[in-house]
């Protein structure tokens, strides 16, 4: 089959044609519309609303070329693509083959099953006249012609990094998927993680070993961070007759994933790597939503409830929720938009002070003296700077190479009560739920601990 790989270190997510893909009619948060040109000509684009920036190709576009030609100012090089790599850029001699879902009963009624590799997805949402066609992204689904044959396909599955909801969904479909939709028999499971590629430690994989396993928590495969080494994950991926790798984690997976793409590319064999982003945060370009998000948010809602209950039962209290998100804040909005009993929400993208007027000091008095208690959600990643400056702290990172985040929760908890404590005067009652006890207090969470 086809599948599309990325050398970034922003691969956070796949183009192939085994998972789910969104199609026109379900496209979500991209809008269609119209730019006319000269009167007579229209194009329709689909914009996405995030993005981030993998390596930029130029194309020539028809349409480009033929509004230049009439006289519009923005030609072929305002028409840019941030592609992902396929099979075919360093193995341009393959044999293609035809989509086994164009003989598939559930495709039968489908009026187009197939993405043209030309649809593009425009970065931009608002555009103006005269303003340059700018960046684009590939869409992605399934292509009418293929570079495997069901029958020479042996696939592997590897999980990386932290917890996520939904982890066993991902594997259990992906199994699912090659086996019904496309006829692939052959799929191994590596057990924990990028060293589970040469510890020798694998499952074979079939849909009767994946039936129920979207029902546990945690990842059927088990998980671990770091243990990349490149060149014995690909040796092994050669002796073992590996031709498709699915890589389900994160950011510092994903350059995992990368580094694996471009040591196969190197030596020249035929072999689809496809990233599967896994994070809860929703900071994922051109597509609707990651998986766990939505239980995230979810789950946010206990914390918030509880800290609102503790807040309005005594004068002047303060309640803090601190969620997840990283350098990201789709989880604490979604949870503040979902829930009415918030006052406060700070999240990375918009940057907060605490002194002075319209400061976030005022608006808590304000509201202690209107309402008698005030609840405030904030992102992990909201006023790290802020942290860092009092602290004077040195930025740490974890074994996937991320940067370890300070806790802003308990320096925002001390900030205020020392704040209204010595300067205003003012008995507060704090109440401060941050990540650590609220991901561990529920036992009947399908994951007790969503983390990338």
């Given at each position: 089959?086809?599948?599309?790989?990325?050398?970034?270190?922003?691969?956070?997510?796949?183009?192939?044609?085994?998972?789910?893909?969104?199609?026109?009619?379900?496209?979500?948060?991209?809008?269609?519309?119209s730019i006319k040109k000269l009167?007579?000509?229209?194009?329709?684009?689909?914009?996405?609303?995030?993005?981030?920036?993998?390596?930029?190709?130029?194309?020539?576009?028809?349409?480009?070329?033929?509004?230049?030609?009439?006289?519009?100012?923005?030609?072929?090089?305002?028409?840019?693509?941030?592609?992902?790599?396929?099979?075919?850029?360093?193995?341009?001699?393959?044999?293609?083959?035809?989509?086994?879902?164009?003989?598939?009963?559930?495709?039968?009624?489908?009026?187009?099953?197939?993405?043209?590799?030309?649809?593009?997805?425009?970065?931009?949402?608002?555009?103006?006249?005269?303003?340059?066609?700018?960046?684009?992204?590939?869409?992605?689904?399934?292509?009418?012609?293929?570079?495997?044959?069901?029958?020479?396909?042996?696939?592997?599955?590897?999980?990386?990094?932290?917890?996520?909801?939904?982890?066993?969904?991902?594997?259990?479909?992906?199994?699912?998927?090659?086996?019904?939709?496309?006829?692939?028999?052959?799929?191994?499971?590596?057990?924990?993680?990028?060293?589970?590629?040469?510890?020798?430690?694998?499952?074979?994989?079939?849909?009767?070993?994946?039936?129920?396993?979207?029902?546990?928590?945690?990842?059927?495969?088990?998980?671990?961070?770091?243990?990349?080494?490149?060149?014995?994950?690909?040796?092994?991926?050669?002796?073992?007759?590996?031709?498709?790798?699915?890589?389900?984690?994160?950011?510092?997976?994903?350059?995992?994933?990368?580094?694996?793409?471009?040591?196969?590319?190197?030596?020249?064999?035929?072999?689809?790597?496809?990233?599967?982003?896994?994070?809860?945060?929703?900071?994922?370009?051109?597509?609707?939503?990651?998986?766990?998000?939505?239980?995230?948010?979810?789950?946010?809602?206990?914390?918030?409830?509880?800290?609102?209950?503790?807040?309005?039962?005594?004068?002047?209290?303060?309640?803090?929720?601190?969620?997840?998100?990283?350098?990201?804040?789709?989880?604490?909005?979604?949870?503040?938009?979902?829930?009415?009993?918030?006052?406060?929400?700070?999240?990375?993208?918009?940057?907060?002070?605490?002194?002075?007027?319209?400061?976030?000091?005022?608006?808590?008095?304000?509201?202690?003296?209107?309402?008698?208690?005030?609840?405030?959600?904030?992102?992990?990643?909201?006023?790290?700077?802020?942290?860092?400056?009092?602290?004077?702290?040195?930025?740490?990172?974890?074994?996937?190479?991320?940067?370890?985040?300070?806790?802003?929760?308990?320096?925002?908890?001390?900030?205020?009560?020392?704040?209204?404590?010595?300067?205003?005067?003012?008995t507060i009652n704090m109440k401060?739920?941050?990540?650590?006890?609220?991901?561990?207090?529920?036992?009947?969470?399908?994951?007790?601990?969503?983390?990338?």
């Amino acid at each position: 089959m086809e599948l599309s790989l990325s050398n970034s270190s922003s691969l956070r997510f796949p183009q192939n044609d085994f998972l789910p893909r969104h199609n026109r009619s379900t496209l979500g948060p991209f809008h269609t519309f119209s730019i006319k040109k000269l009167a007579s000509k229209s194009i329709s684009i689909c914009r996405p609303l995030i993005w981030r920036r993998p390596p930029l190709v130029r194309l020539n576009a028809q349409t480009a070329t033929e509004s230049n030609a009439s006289g519009d100012k923005h030609g072929d090089d305002d028409f840019i693509v941030e592609d992902v790599p396929h099979l075919t850029h360093f193995l341009p001699d393959l044999p293609s083959y035809t989509n086994p879902l164009k003989k598939s009963q559930a495709y039968a009624v489908v009026k187009k099953t197939f993405v043209s590799p030309e649809d593009m997805v425009a970065k931009e949402i608002i555009v103006q006249k005269d303003s340059p066609r700018g960046i684009h992204f590939r869409r992605a689904g399934p292509r009418e012609k293929v570079f495997f044959t069901p029958e020479e396909v042996r696939a592997c599955i590897v999980t990386c990094g932290g917890l996520c909801p939904g982890i066993n969904t991902v594997i259990r479909e992906i199994v699912c998927g090659l086996k019904n939709m496309y006829g692939v028999d052959d799929v191994l499971g590596i057990q924990g993680g990028y060293s589970g590629f040469y510890s020798k430690n694998t499952l074979n994989l079939t849909t009767k070993v994946v039936n129920d396993i979207h029902k546990r928590g945690g990842t059927f495969l088990q998980t671990s961070r770091g243990g990349h080494d490149t060149k014995k994950i690909v040796d092994n991926i050669q002796d073992r007759g590996i031709n498709q790798v699915y890589i389900i984690g994160g950011d510092g997976t994903q350059k995992g994933a990368a580094a694996i793409y471009k040591e196969v590319e190197k030596r020249g064999i035929k072999v689809a790597v496809a990233g599967i982003p896994k994070t809860i945060d929703n900071d994922i370009a051109v597509i609707d939503k990651s998986f766990g998000f939505d239980t995230a948010v979810e789950e946010a809602q206990r914390a918030i409830n509880a800290a609102h209950v503790e807040a309005e039962s005594v004068q002047n209290g303060v309640g803090i929720v601190k969620l997840m998100g990283r350098y990201s804040g789709f989880i604490a909005m979604l949870a503040t938009l979902g829930n009415r009993d918030v006052d406060c929400c700070l999240i990375p993208e918009s940057p907060f002070y605490l002194e002075g007027p319209g400061g976030l000091y005022e608006y808590v008095e304000q509201q202690l003296k209107e309402n008698r208690h005030v609840l405030i959600v904030l992102a992990e990643g909201a006023g790290q700077e802020y942290v860092a400056q009092s602290m004077q702290a040195f930025q740490e990172k974890d074994a996937s190479g991320n940067r370890l985040l300070l806790d802003v929760g308990l320096w925002l908890t001390q900030q205020i009560k020392d704040h209204f404590t010595n300067e205003r005067k003012m008995t507060i009652n704090m109440k401060y739920i941050g990540k650590r006890n609220l991901y561990t207090s529920g036992a009947h969470m399908v994951n007790p601990a969503p983390v990338k």
